[in-house]
């Protein structure tokens, strides 16, 4: 079993930045991958980042391509996703993920387990 904890949402103003931590506990954290999606309101939950188990591999969707950076520190058992130039559209719970596999991925069959969220809002 894997508990995962985000924090570091909340309000901002377009073009802001935030830092959003997912911390892990239960499991070889090192050894998985890692993965942030996201849900607005209305919409389905699309993926936002992932991160391989060692960090060499990142993959992001186009929407956040240059915008946001994922990372890990694997000795803190935490992942992290900074967002700069936020803009209203990114507004969203965002969910961090355990992958199943050490390999990043977007397809959310292949995480495990997931956070509760954290609420991101973005105001124009």
């Known amino acids: 079993q894997v508990q995962l904890v985000e924090s570091g949402g909340g309000l901002v103003q377009a073009g802001g930045s935030l830092r959003l931590s997912c911390a892990a506990s239960?499991?070889?954290?090192?050894?998985?991958?890692m993965g942030w999606f996201r849900q607005a309101p209305g919409k389905e939950r699309e993926f936002v980042a992932a991160i391989s188990w060692y960090g060499g591999y990142t993959d992001y969707a186009d929407s956040v391509q240059g915008r946001f950076t994922i990372s890990r520190d694997n000795a803190k058992n935490t992942v992290y996703l900074q967002m700069n130039s936020l803009k209203p559209e990114d507004t969203a719970v965002y969910y961090c993920a355990f992958a199943r596999d050490t390999i990043a991925t977007s397809h959310p069959n292949d995480y495990d387990y997931w956070g509760q969220g954290t609420q991101v809002t973005v105001s124009s």
């Open positions: 239960g499991r070889t954290f090192s050894s998985s991958g």
